[in-house]
Each structure stands twice: as structure tokens, then as C-alpha cells.
């Protein structure tokens, strides 16, 4: 009888090793209907799947917008926005491939720095973006035409010590009567900008305008969503839900959902040192990943790691029966 | 009307124009290589009697049950399941038929570890493997992005900073819904479903790994190394 696995032939002069050869097997062969084995698999399987489906459903918690942010905490909206238009936000000072920057503000290991390698490719540009732009698509608003000409026609001193100032002041703003109300300082246009940008978010016109494209259609959000991210609304969200890093992050979802449990070794590396304080983190995190998955699919060919198998002996529990059978 | 009732195989095998017929070729190494008795065995060695080779055709029905569910979501668009209490039901089979597919999978290559299940030829058989579970991930992470909801702006603003520091991120951005979720309904589901075929087919060509010989656990690499020619009756590797 001709069986799987029988007919190749063995290579000439090779010597026996038990992690990578294996004897011809010489044994009893039995019935084993593999189609009544999978179609009793799927009907196990989607039967297990309907009852979970049933009693714990799926997690759909709605998207933050710039909307519902702005009008959950303004003052953190405005925050957020004076970090865009100084260059100090998270997505401005990101460099590759939003945009660039320094050499040293990149993640790297020793000379490796990889996001440096493919350079720009999804352009940001904060300040243009996120605040001067959107508020130049305002119409019939000659005061705020005026602030944003003042802004950008300024000496970049000028801008920094404007925005310095008030991203202090905002600090201790508040929000009443439907406006912000920032203690009075020295902030140039920068105050109604800010201002204006904070009510254009309320009223949901801000979602459009950083959407908008050339194209009728859109499906890239990045822009809104670092816009989000950078500031703590979206954060603090996270966190209450318990997806920082800190807390196993991504491989978490949103309730109590196994979410990707799969992805707990990378997380893991994300809790310990260096990794854990470091600002190469997840360069250094990728790098190991990596570095282990590469491992793990040429298991075959390592010596040592290979013999696991054979030295712990776990087999012999998987095929007990075999055993006892030969004993 | 007449019917040929000549098959095809009889045909090319038999002419002697069709000698050099790549199509011809191409079905005689097929047939040669998985003939049918071999390709859907009704057969298995003895040793094939463990609970932990269910897990294998478990995967394989969670697989089925994740892609037939996908195909219901696709047909209704990605924003169906958010306003609709049957899309809900539908995307909740696909999420938990993607955990047991997981969870079934992470199973079944243990078990196969821990048979050390490479040996014989069968490294290919391994690898491929791996490389099917690495790319599941990557296709149930796509998922996770095209979800349009809060869990997708909070896993795509906080893997940015994964992908972007390896350079990826200039071509694969996970903030660009509609890339995402053409890597998850198309290209990344394509690549898992070629690379789990050619595993299933390896696992048929190879057979399944035989069990280590009472004495293996004794013996060491470079001891067996001097095994005596008798004792080389061996499966040579895939190189």
C-alpha cells in the first residue's frame, strides 16, 4: 500500500539526526474519514462561534470626531490646536513620514534609523493643516482674514513668542457662553485664530475640512486622526478603557473582549526593560519581533532550538497510544 | 451527437503530439506527485490518534466560518453592521470565528512543535505554517482598522508608531481606512487562503510526521551523526 510520506527516497550518505530525519514508518494503517472529521469541525465551530456571537455579541464603541472632542473639552481642544500651529505637537514634530525633522528625534538602533530610509510620504504640515488652512475655508470673516494675514506675514520670533504666550495662558482657560475665555495677554492674531478654530471644531465643520481632498470620495483619515491623537481627550478615553501601552495596549479592545490575544508577546516587550522607558521603543520592540519570528519559521534548521521537541519530551504524550502500543 | 468518451489523461499520455503539451506535463507531475488515493487518503497511520490533530481541521473550519462571514459584511459595505441589529450578529460571527481560529491555530503549531513535525522533508510543511499564522495577523489586524469605530482610531494612532519606526509606514498607513481595508478583504485574505491551500497540500504530499522513536530522547546530534549506514534510512530534507 502506498501511503503519504513513503515514497521519497532517503538521501545517499546523509547521517541519521532525530530533529530533522525521521524513520520510515512501517506500522498499521486505519480508517480515518478526514471529510466526516471536517464537516463535524465546521458544525463544532459554527455552533461555538452563534453561541458567543449570542451571549457576548461584539464591541462598537462610536469614534471620537473633532466634534465630539472640541465640544467634550474645549480647552483641550485648544490646547492641541496651539501645539499644531507652534510645531510642538506629537504629528508635528513626528518627522517620517508625516514630515521631516531632525536626525536625532527619529527611532533608532545604533546608525539603523528605517523611518529615515523612505522619507516623507504622507505630508504634514500642522500649522498649515490643522489651523491656517481650515480657517481660510471660513467664509464672509474679514477679522479673522486679517489675523491669519497678520500670523503668517510675521517673522517666525514674532509667531513663537506669540504662540509661547498663549499656549501658557490656555492652560487656565475656560470655556463659557460659547466662546473660550483665556486670561488677556500679549497673543497677537493668535487668540481669535485659536478661538475661531475651537467654534469651527464645535460646529463640526473642522471633520470636513480636514477631509476634504481633491477627490469627491475620501478614505484616508490620517490627518484627523493624529490631529486626535495628539490631544489627551482621546488618550484619556484609552485609558479608561484600559488600552495604554502600559496597560498590554492594542492587543486589548474596547469592554471586556479577548481582543488580539495573539499579539501578547509583542506587547509583552512594551512592559519591561529597556523598552519600557525607551524612545526607540518600538523600533526596538519591531527588531525583536522580528528577530523571533524569523526563529520561529526556521525552527528546522537551528540547532538546539530544534531538539526542544526531543529533549522535553512532550511528545510522548501526544502519542502516548503509540507508544504504549509499541512498549 | 456524438461524445467523446476518451478522458482527457488517456489522450494526452497516449498521442505523441501531445508529448511536449505543457498542459499534459502539467497534469501528469500533479497527478504524479497527489495522486488521488493520496490527495483525500481514507487511511492514517496508527500513531495518528491524539486529540491534538483535531486542532488542525478545527483551524481549517474556523477559516472557512471567518471567510464566509466576511463575505456577508463585504456584501453590505463596511458600515452596515454599525446600524443594523442583523450586521451586528454577522460581525460578531466574524470576530469570534476569527479568536477560534486563532486560538485553535496557536494549538495546533504547538502541538506540531512539540512533534517537532519538520522532520522528514517536511520543513516546507512547517513554514509555511508560520507564515500563515504571520499573516493572519496581519489580516485580523486590518480588521481591527476597518472597523469605524473606537477601537480601530485607537489601535491605528497607536500602531502608527510600530510601523512608522521600520519605514513601513510610508507604503502601509494604518490611518488610511481605505487601505486597510483593501489589505483586509483582499490582498491579505488572498495570500492566507494560497498559503494555508499550499500547506494542506504539503501536509497531504509529506503525510503526517511520525513519532520519534522510543531511544531519540537519548540521543544526541552529534552521536547520531555516527549512526551506522543501516540505521540511515532516512527521509532527506526538502534541500
Known amino acids: 500500500m502506498t501511503t503519504a510520506g513513503e515514497t521519497s527516497a532517503p538521501r545517499r550518505g546523509r547521517r541519521f539526526n532525530p530533529d530533522r530525519d525521521v524513520a520510515e514508518w512501517h506500522g498499521k494503517y486505519l480508517p480515518y474519514d478526514l471529510v466526516k472529521e471536517f464537516l463535524i469541525a465546521l458544525v463544532v465551530v459554527t455552533l461555538l462561534v452563534v453561541l458567543l456571537s449570542v451571549v457576548f455579541s461584539s464591541p462598537d464603541d462610536h469614534p471620537v470626531t473633532v466634534r465630539s472632542w472640541s465640544t467634550a473639552q474645549p480647552v483641550d481642544f485648544a490646547q492641541t490646536a496651539i501645539t499644531e500651529l507652534d510645531g510642538t505637537s506629537a504629528t508635528a514634530s513626528f518627522g517620517p513620514p508625516y514630515n521631516a525633522t531632525d536626525p536625532g528625534a527619529t527611532q533608532s538602533i545604533g546608525p539603523f534609523s528605517p523611518e529615515r530610509w523612505f522619507g516623507v510620504h504622507h505630508p504634514i504640515d500642522a500649522a498649515n493643516n490643522y489651523v491656517i488652512a481650515p480657517l481660510q475655508t471660513l467664509p464672509d470673516q474679514p477679522a479673522l482674514d486679517a489675523a491669519i494675514t497678520t500670523y503668517t506675514s510675521a517673522p517666525s520670533s514674532q509667531q513663537a513668542n506669540w504662540t509661547t504666550a498663549y499656549e501658557k495662558a490656555v492652560a487656565d482657560a475656560a470655556f463659557a457662553q460659547g466662546g473660550l475665555k483665556v486670561p488677556s495677554g500679549a497673543y497677537g492674531p493668535v487668540a481669535p485664530m485659536i478661538s475661531a478654530l475651537t467654534s469651527m471644531a464645535r460646529s463640526g465643520a473642522l471633520d470636513d475640512a480636514l477631509l476634504s481632498s481633491r477627490q469627491f470620495y475620501g478614505t484616508d483619515y490620517t490627518k484627523p486622526l493624529l490631529f486626535i491623537a495628539d490631544g489627551t481627550y482621546l488618550d484619556n478615553l484609552g485609558q479608561a478603557q484600559h488600552l495604554q501601552g502600559s496597560q498590554w495596549g492594542m492587543m486589548n479592545e474596547t469592554g471586556n473582549y479577548p481582543g488580539q490575544a495573539w499579539l501578547w508577546l509583542y506587547t509583552l516587550w512594551y512592559q519591561v526593560p529597556p523598552m519600557k522607558t525607551s524612545s526607540n521603543a518600538d523600533l526596538q520592540v519591531w527588531a525583536i519581533m522580528m528577530l523571533l519570528t524569523l526563529a520561529l519559521a526556521l525552527v528546522p534548521f537551528i540547532p538546539g532550538l530544534r531538539s526542544i521537541p526531543r529533549r522535553s519530551r512532550i511528545y510522548r504524550l501526544i502519542w502516548r497510544q503509540h507508544y504504549r502500543d509499541i512498549s | ?239
Open chain 2, 1 to 239: 451527437m456524438t461524445t467523446n468518451t476518451e478522458t482527457p489523461t488517456d489522450t494526452a499520455t497516449a498521442l505523441p503530439e501531445d508529448a511536449d503539451q505543457l498542459t499534459a506535463k502539467l497534469r501528469r507531475a500533479a497527478v504524479a506527485a497527489l495522486p488521488p488515493e493520496r490527495l483525500l487518503p481514507d487511511r492514517q497511520p496508527a500513531y495518528v490518534a491524539s486529540w491534538i490533530y483535531v486542532f488542525g481541521v478545527l483551524t481549517l473550519s474556523a477559516l472557512a466560518v471567518v471567510i464566509l462571514t466576511g463575505v456577508v459584511l463585504a456584501i453590505f459595505g463596511p458600515s452596515w453592521w454599525h446600524s443594523s441589529t442583523v450586521g451586528l450578529f454577522v460581525n460578531s460571527l466574524h470576530l469570534w470565528s476569527v479568536e477560534v481560529f486563532f486560538f485553535t491555530m496557536v494549538v495546533h503549531l504547538w502541538g506540531k512543535f512539540f512533534m517537532a513535525a519538520w522532520r522528514g522533508r517536511r520543513r516546507a510543511t512547517w513554514i509555511t505554517g508560520v507564515v500563515s499564522f504571520i499573516v493572519s495577523v496581519g489580516a485580523a489586524f486590518t480588521g481591527y482598522l476597518s472597523q469605524q469605530n473606537f477601537d480601530s482610531q485607537w489601535i491605528s494612532t497607536q500602531a502608527k508608531d510600530g510601523i512608522n519606526s521600520t519605514g513601513a509606514g510610508a507604503i502601509f498607513n494604518v490611518t488610511n481606512f481605505g487601505q486597510m481595508l483593501m489589505w483586509h478583504i483582499v490582498l491579505l485574505p488572498l495570500i492566507v487562503a494560497l498559503l494555508v491551500g499550499g500547506h494542506v497540500l504539503l501536509v497531504r504530499l509529506r503525510g503526517v510526521v511520525p513519532p520519534f522513536a522510543p531511544t531519540d530522547h537519548t540521543a544526541k546530534a552529534t552521536e547520531a551523526d555516527q549512526a551506522s549506514p543501516q540505521e540511515i534510512m532516512v527521509k532527506g530534507d526538502l534541500s
